[in-house]
């Protein structure tokens, strides 16, 4: 099977179970390098196309890879503005010179019903969406019992295997309810004023973005210092959208007949954070 | 480790007498007589134009200030203990309202009734209210401070090599990038620690022992084109907050590229606050008389081991 068939087939296999092409073709979702017409060894799944990844799937002798995000440092993969940058260069020499294929997953997989990123990190967390009708697109979950932020960032932490997580508000606040998130599809707190807490991925520190895109982490102060205790767990993106990939791989392996295909973690991009920086629990001031 | 901020709180607030102006006096006979000599928001502004643009957020222009008040952050919290110290002029690179207005042209873009629904539960939201009515019922006038970078200059970055002992390390070009003599990883992290006092929402990459000779300065957001395009000239970017799938994924790319580049990434908040420091100071030089605080954020991120 050649790379342009599998994709074909992926999108009649959409289609099929209930996510009919974009009326506007997707300008993430093409292939980033290699030749469509090849054939194909293999197959990875993964969160980010970082060059370790490539590497492994190289060793693996595998010529395909599905990521759910960008391989050239920006969402719409246009490379203009690297020019002659070396580490560009490297990445895309070593990306010609073993003949890979790249095509990316992402807006396809975030149309799925039910989202197959929200899926697999539902799935990672042992968590089940709250039932609502209509599903809202980010997943709501009343937790079994309540319990601190504390606790549920040792659990989600735990579950997630992430190092360089970050979490605000009161440790010993009690959550009840959350909203999960991954990636940069973040809750936005504002809308959901009867969740505690929100499990995502990465926001925009600040409040240098455009509304609706906002703060979170100020509005959750905030919402603190009026005595609606409210926190975040920030996950970083590979802490919510690499492991969910394995949801892809699953569906591919389904109908995609003599072809191996597996999930690659991509991994959290950060160091292991340094003695003294890995617990930091805010000590209370008097 | 402690913090060693050259200007604390404590420190710096009240320095130069103005500490028996912030606490010891109060009443509104000696408001008045304040006010009458106090001069407008203005006025104060105008003192920082080198330094910063300064963007009407809330209130008057031409309000007499009855005192000063620095916020890296001007969370709720913030604005309470601004007003507590009987400060009347807001001034912080961030806004209290958590994100520029929405753009009136996005109102036909795709998705934009859920965006209009999402900015109407945020200005519906108890937050938003209570800011906007703890703002007007105290007078407050609040300015955002958008840091000056043009034609080299990078002010921010400037404060933070100032913050960082590094100003005579600077690196001829275009660019802010400082060689400060024995850094490797490890050396920076800790004085990210100790002058900005990042902890829980610190994240690098590179490996601890490594080396570096010259140190891209990002302060706030650091944006994928430019940051990318100035690294290409220093071994490491210190910054505040990044994208994962952009200059993230550049650096962690670029040890398997042999070209091996190092991230310290602080947090935004923290990453102002050597503006927010020289902001405060031209404020202090330029109205000596008007009583000054500049509140110093902890880090307001923590973690647990994972």
Redesign the interface.
Known sequence: MTPRELVELINRKAAAVGTPPSPVPSRRDTFKAGDPDAQITGIFTTG?T???VL?RAVAAGRNMIIPH??TY???NDITD??GD???YL??KAFIEQNKLIIWRNHDLAHRMRPDQLFAGQLRTLGWTADPINPAPRMPIVTLPKPMTL?AL??YA?ART????????GD?NMIVRKVAVGVG?AFP?M??M?DIDAIVGG?S????????????Q???A???T??G?PRGII?L???GTEDSPMTVVADWLRGFVPGIPIDFLPAGE??????Q???????VRRA | MTRSLKFSRRNFCLSGGQALAITGLAGPALAQRRQARAPIAQTIVSALSELADAELISGRPEAAVTGVALLSNPTLAALRKAVAAHCSLILSPETPFYAHPADPAAASAPFAAMAASAISALHESPAFKAKQAFIADHGLTVYRLNPRANSGRDISAEATAARFGWTAHRVPGEHPIYAPPGMSVGTLIGLAHARLGASGGLRFIGDPAMRLRSILIVPGTAEVVSTTQALRHADALLTGDVREWEVVTYINDSAEAGLPKALVATGRILSEQPLVERCALAVRNAFPGVPLRNLVEPDPFWRVQA
Request: glycine share 6%; hydrophobic share 35%.
């Open positions: 980010m970082t060059f370790n590497r995000e960008d440092f920006r969402d503005f690297l940058d070396p580490i490297a990445k504390r960032t040792r932490v295997g992430t190092h360089s997580h970050r979490v605000t440790p940069y936005s504002p809308t004023p990465e925009a520190e600040g409040s240098a973005s455009t509304l609706p895109t906002l703060d982490s100020a509005f102060a905030d919402m210092a009026l609606r920030f970083g993106h590979m991009p950060f160091h292991r954070p340094l003294g920086f890995t617990d930091t629990l805010p």
